[in-house]
Each structure stands twice: as C-alpha cells, then as structure tokens.
C-alpha cells in the first residue's frame, strides 16, 4: 500500500498537514516501558508514522498483561518473549516503513543516556517514579524533552516536559513518594480503558512535538479519571521558578549520577522481585540452563532463560526465577526482597 495512502486521513487532518507528517516520518523517539501504557502508545506512534522508534522494556509477557496490553497475545505467554521483542514483532506488521529497535533492559543510571542518544522525544510509559525522575534527570541533561504519563486504577496524569523551559517531574513531585504514600496497580488496580485515554493524550502531545506543533502544548498538568467522566487541567506555567526545584533550578542530577536509585525493585502487582547486578556482567544463558537442570524446571530462548523450583525445595513457595543475559533476574512468588536475594544468590550467584 503506498504511503501517501497510509497516512492520508492523518495529513488531512489540520494539526498535522504534509509538512507535519513529514516531520513525523523523521521524528525519532524514546519509549521508556512496553507495559500498559507503552504499548498503547507505540501502536499509535508507529501507525501514524514516527520514522524511529527505540522499544525498552525489562520485562516478559504474562497472562495478567493481556488485560490491558494492546500489543500482546496468548503466543507471545507461550513463546517466553521479552515485552519489547513481542512489542516489536506486531508493530513491524503494522507499519514496515518504521525503525524500530527493541532494547530489553532495565534502565538505569548506567544506560539511561546511551538510549536516548539521536532521539528527538522521550515518551514515559513506566510504572515507577524512580525510572521517571531518571529520565527527568536525562530530558535535563540532553534538552530532550519528555511526555510524564501515568495511570492506577480509573485515573491517570499526563504533562509535557520541556527541559530548561517548563516545570519538570521534580518541580511537581519534589521526591519519590515513600512506600504506602501512594496507590499502586497491587491495591488500587488498572482498568484498560483508562489506559487508553492516558496513553492517546501522550501520544496527542508527541505529535504536536514531532509536527512542529510545539508551542500548541499548554504548560499544564492534565488528570483524568474515565469512571467518573472527568478531565481537568492544572496550570504548572510559574511552579519552576516558584520550586526552586533541585533538578532543573539547581541542576542536580542525583538520579542520572546513580548517586538515588535502587537495584533492587519490587515490581507492582505481581508478587515479585527485581535484581539488578551493580556491576552487569553478561551470562551465558546456555551454559548456565546446563548447570540449573538438577535444579527444577529450566526453559530457555534467545532473549532468558526460565527456572522453576520444586515446591517441595522452595519451603512450600512456588518460586520462579527469570534470568536476562545482562546478570539482571525477575523472582517470581515473593515480595520479599531478603528472600529473592537470596535465591538470586544461590542459584545465579553473588
């Protein structure tokens, strides 16, 4: 099908028109996370045509995913696909016409800079802030800006962010909300309808900026909530010069220096802990599915490797580990973070 075809309805559209498509066709993005919200917005960024697209995602498809993230499907469960692969494979049936390159990692101090480097744009498509206030410390440093996007439950926020120009994420939120101090998908939930209104009102503001629409984006903190029917719009145009914010007023970047940030996360709603090596040290995922063999079920792919515990040598737990060639592992069956070093430590090593 030719493109002019493909994107006729979009050019017809007055936002847009040839020449904003044809920023978009060379526009090049970020997205930070392929879960929820990250799906939703690739799909509508490679349909409308984004020249580049860099997919990061440290996770793998499960069946609690399908209930809200577009991109997958039962296969991609079956098949053991990292989420930025799986992401991958259906946008490039999509849209042949877009680069993408899919990165499975955890980003973190050590690579956060190297994965934006050459984009245009960085989109949020995380589900913790200590990520977030990492690429508000990067959007900083480089001046590429970035779209925060967030959702729990029926409500959700969204807010551009324009380095050195407009309020940033700590301008907002000052600090990483302590443990209990706010809702997560574990105690409030996420319906999928609320997802999509978060992720289109991020990928409306993507294109405003990839257009050459930019100065149409009001400096302003959007929040939604799609049960009760409501959007509203909370001016942010002074809180950076009223902030005296560290990051952007001050400038420092305590999470890109590594001086904050954790390598050890539990991840929300999912009754499992993520650990990250300090120092990444590639593994051999063949050599090391022959040595776990005696030790329970192992299941291995071009992109992990998989092992299950017996029960009965997991003290009654059902424990399963989930190992990246970088050395960084996902332990499934607790939330203990004691408990998952642990097992990291005796079955991959210290």
Known sequence: MPSDDRYSRQVL????????????RSGRVLL??????????????????????????RDFVEL???????????????????????????????????????????????????????????????????????????????RI??????????????MPIFPGETACLRCLIGDVPGPGMTETCDTAGVIGPAVNVVAALQVVA????????????????????????TMRKMSVANLREKSNCPACVQGK?????????????ILCGRNAVQI?????????????????RAAGEVSQNAFLLRLTLPVRESQGEEFQLTIFPDGRAIIKGTDDITVARSLYARYVGT
């Open 13 to 24: 559209f007055h936002g847009i028109g040839e020449e904003g498509q044809r920023r978009i």
């Open 32 to 57: 930070c996370g392929c879960g929820a919200l990250g799906s939703a917005i690739a799909d509508s960024l490679v349909r409308a045509g984004v020249g580049f697209l860099r997919l990061v995602d």
């Open 64 to 142: 609690s995913n399908l209930q809200r993230q577009v991109l997958f499907d039962e296969h991609d469960i079956a098949d053991q696909l990292p989420k930025a692969i799986a992401a991958a494979r259906k946008l490039a049936k999509i849209n042949h016409e877009v680069t993408l390159d899919p990165v499975v990692a955890d980003i973190d101090h050590n690579n956060m800079q190297a994965l934006a480097a050459n984009v245009d744009l960085i989109v949020d498509g995380m589900d913790n802030f200590e990520t977030r206030f990492l690429i508000n410390d990067a959007s900083l440093e480089t």
């Open 145 to 158: 800006p970035w779209i925060y996007g967030g959702c729990i439950g029926s409500h959700g926020q969204v």
């Open 206 to 229: 993507a294109l405003k900026i990839l257009a050459g629409r930019r100065d149409e984006i009001e400096p302003a903190l959007s929040i939604i909530d799609v049960w009760d029917g």
């Open 253 to 265: 970047r305590e999470w890109l220096s590594g001086e904050k940030g954790s390598q050890t996360t």
């Open 276 to 292: 990250s090596p300090a120092e990444k040290r590639p593994l051999v995922l063949a050599e090391l599915t022959a040595r776990l």
